[in-house]
């Protein structure tokens, strides 16, 4: 394998370690007819079977990945749950504040 694909891994893997894999999950949708049993009728027949995806929530955001700002797909449960740093926003035109 090249240092070049070595390089690509390495860097989906960390990505993969930081956000979770975001890749949709794969799954049926299932049209029925019929009244369902406990309703009192005979039960639900399947018509037809369709593949279907389950995707993530993903949103497009501005966070701090080792000291830099850059954007990324990330999900909303991720960022609900506080394990994404956004960048300080400050004033346009303005010094950052020097603690001393």
Known sequence: MSTHK??????????IALYGDNKPAVGNSLCERGKP?????????????TKRYFRKNLQRVRLMEDGK?????????????????KPIVREPFTLPEVEG
């Open 69 to 85: 700002v850059v954007r990324r797909w990330v999900p909303v449960s991720m960022i609900r749950a506080g394990m994404i740093q």
């Open 37 to 49: 049993k406990y309703l009192g009728g005979n039960g639900r027949k399947t018509t037809g079977i």
């Open 6 to 15: 070595k390089c690509k891994h390495a860097k989906r893997d960390r990505l």
